[in-house]
């Protein structure tokens, strides 16, 4: 499951909630969404504002051939994204059967839910209660963040930086 958190400059409302707060992170205050969009593969792709209001219909093509996903917008209601513009990129495992659609945490792996710490580990993370764990398994950073450094609640909350549009 795929979300875009769109910081469009100017914006009259955003957020810095997560799609749904069980995801366990927040959007960076500097990077507030104005605009989401989710894409995941058991539904159709959402988009909203960041009051939750549809924004229109998003579109996905997948191609098998080249393992890739493609979302479009209608360029009229969406904009042309342009300098101050920025994306949050948070890719989750889905769980069709969860409120909030994410795969969650099991202090180790398990058949259906993510480990926090491998099997017999020590790291500190292993002592992280997996039920505050953030539902995210990759992001898109800015130049100079670590992605490890970043997803690390042993650091404090999750909050995900954007990538700025040059």
Not at 90 to 104: E, K, P
Request: proline letters at 10%.
């Amino acid at each position: 499951m795929l979300d875009v958190y769109v910081h469009t400059p100017g914006a009259s409302t955003t957020s810095t909630a997560a799609a749904y707060a069980s995801r366990n992170y927040t959007i960076a205050p500097a990077d507030a969404w104005s605009e989401m969009v989710e894409v995941q593969g058991f539904a159709s792709p959402v988009w909203q504002d960041a009051s939750g209001n549809p924004l229109g219909t998003a579109a996905m093509a997948v191609s098998q051939g080249t393992q890739t996903v493609t979302v479009a917008l209608p360029e009229a209601q969406f904009g042309t994204p342009g300098s101050g513009w920025a994306f949050s990129v948070v890719l989750t495992g889905q769980d069709g059967f969860s409120s909030d659609h994410a795969r969650s945490f099991a202090a180790t792996p398990q058949p259906f839910q993510f480990g926090v710490c491998a099997s017999a580990g020590s790291s500190p993370i292993c002592a992280v209660d997996p039920g505050t764990a953030p539902k995210a398994m990759d992001v898109l950073t800015p130049s100079g963040v670590s992605q490890a450094t970043e997803l690390d609640p042993t650091l404090g909350p999750v909050v995900i930086r954007a990538v700025p549009v040059p």
